[in-house]
Structure formats: structure tokens, C-alpha cells
């Protein structure tokens, strides 16, 4: 009996063969998830590249390049209205948002 339950509690002692075989399936297998890590990075970083919008620190950098820019070019108060106005205008065209908050990540640079 003793031999029995001792025949089970043994681990199975494997030939070089079949440890190649479970080394080479491992290997695969962990190939095959590195694989698929890899597709969701890429689907990630397509997402922050094309769907992430301006944060509350980059609407605010881009607000003061703005104010920046007015001030830079006039001191006349109705002046800087227009011109305010149209540089938001000028934004949202040439980047297709309804508001410079919906400006892409990607294109705050260009933006500014």
C-alpha cells in the first residue's frame, strides 16, 4: 500500500525528449501571448493617437498660447476680441472640432 501511494506522490520524471517537447510548447505558447499583448498596445496607442482629446493642462497651455499671440499683436481692447475669436475660429476649421477642448492630443503642437 505504502508503494502505491508513493508511485503517486512522485513526480513523473520526464526523458530529454519530452522535456524538448514541453520546452518547445512553452515557447510557443508564451509567442503566441507575447503576440497578443502586442495587438492591444497597438490598439492603445491607436486610441490615445486618434480618440483622446485635451486634458484640463493642455486646454489651459493652449488657451495661454492663444492669449499670447492676441496680445502680442494689439493693445486695442476690440481688437483683441476679434482677434480672439478669430483665432478659436481658426482651431476648430482647421482641426474639425466644435470647440478647441475637442483638439486631439496628437495635434496640440500644431495648435499652438
Known amino acids: 500500500m505504502e508503494k ?3 508511485g503517486q506522490d512522485a513526480p513523473k520524471v520526464l526523458s ?5 517537447m514541453a520546452s518547445m510548447q512553452l515557447t510557443l505558447e508564451t509567442a503566441q501571448e507575447v503576440e497578443e499583448i502586442k495587438g492591444k498596445v ?5 486610441k490615445i493617437d486618434n480618440q483622446m482629446t485635451l ?12 492669449g499670447a499671440r492676441v496680445y502680442s ?3 486695442d481692447e476690440s481688437e483683441k476680441r476679434r482677434l480672439f475669436s478669430e483665432l478659436y475660429r481658426e ?4 482641426f474639425g472640432v ?3 477642448k475637442d483638439v486631439l492630443r496628437k495635434d496640440l503642437q500644431a495648435a499652438i
Open 91 to 94: 482651431i476648430k476649421d482647421r
Open 16 to 20: 530529454p525528449k519530452e522535456q524538448l
Open 4 to 6: 502505491t501511494l508513493q
Open 98 to 100: 466644435a470647440s478647441y
Open 73 to 75: 499683436l494689439t493693445k
Open 55 to 66: 486634458d484640463y493642462g493642455m486646454q489651459r497651455r493652449l488657451q495661454k498660447a492663444v
Open 42 to 46: 497597438e490598439q492603445l496607442e491607436d
